[in-house]
């Protein structure tokens, strides 16, 4: 075919970077999965990728950092290609963000929770706490993202009429020592607004949580692999985010996706 001097100056401006030009990707190549944290707008983005030092950098916009407590290994390989982790011993390391009016969640606001977890082979714990906000125990004004029993998730939230749970289901080995991505998505008014996602896939049936009316504006520390009461978790996280509303199951899958997952 014959190329007129407009094609061949699309060509020269692909080439060059100039025109306005942005040559298409290529076929199968989407969002990184950061890009794709990021095009949610979390209120909280750590990707927990540090090698070294004690800062815990919040790369969304709120520049919300935290600090590593305990010297957890740092720097391990991650969930997928360019991520890395870090292990805590279950003992006395954690990471922490310290409270932030940037972090709170109203009585009416929806949330979700996404993060990437990986526990060793036998090593499971049914009061490991992977996320929190619930100060020195489990208060009127806290969320958390907790192993639970064998291979179950729960998250307890609080409303006038006392706790409400979001439970997953059990059907799944998490403690086989791989990476698995976690989510937890609440729309706080309906009675199937609660619901559990493992590795891009819903985890178990919906829970009513139109009865978790207390706000969740506490002024307590976020803790990562820990609570405040103590309860540490044994095992690896990376990736953690969260998001004042609501992901819908194909934002979980997109992230999914973009993680590597099929």
Known sequence: TLLDSDDVSTL???RNGTGG?????????GPTYSEEVLGHSPIGYWKMD????????????????????????????????????????GIDQYASVP????LDLLATDDFSVVLWFKIGSGEWGDTDWLVTRNGNGETDQSWDV???????FRSRLFGSGG????????????DDGAWHMLALTVDISSATG??????????????????????????YTLYFARRGAGSYHKGSLSQVALFDKELT??????????????
């Open 12 to 14: 020269y401006n692909a």
């Open 21 to 29: 030009y942005t040559p298409p990707a290529p076929s199968g190549q």
């Open 50 to 89: 540090e090698g070294s030092g004690t800062t815990m950098q919040d790369s969304s916009t709120n520049n919300n950092d935290g600090s590593y407590s305990g010297l957890p290994t740092m720097g391990i390989s991650g969930p997928f290609s360019g991520a890395t982790g870090v292990t805590f011993n």
């Open 99 to 102: 409270d932030t009016a940037d």
């Open 146 to 152: 907790r192993c639970y029993a064998d291979d179950q």
């Open 163 to 174: 706790a409400v749970d979001v439970l997953s289901a059990s059907t799944t080995n998490c």
């Open 194 to 219: 609660g619901q559990w996602y493992l590795d891009g896939a819903t985890y178990g049936s919906t829970t009513d949580v139109s009865g978790a009316d207390s706000s969740r504006d506490s002024d």
């Open 249 to 262: 199951s194909s934002d979980i899958s997109d992230l999914w996706t973009a993680g590597g997952g099929a």
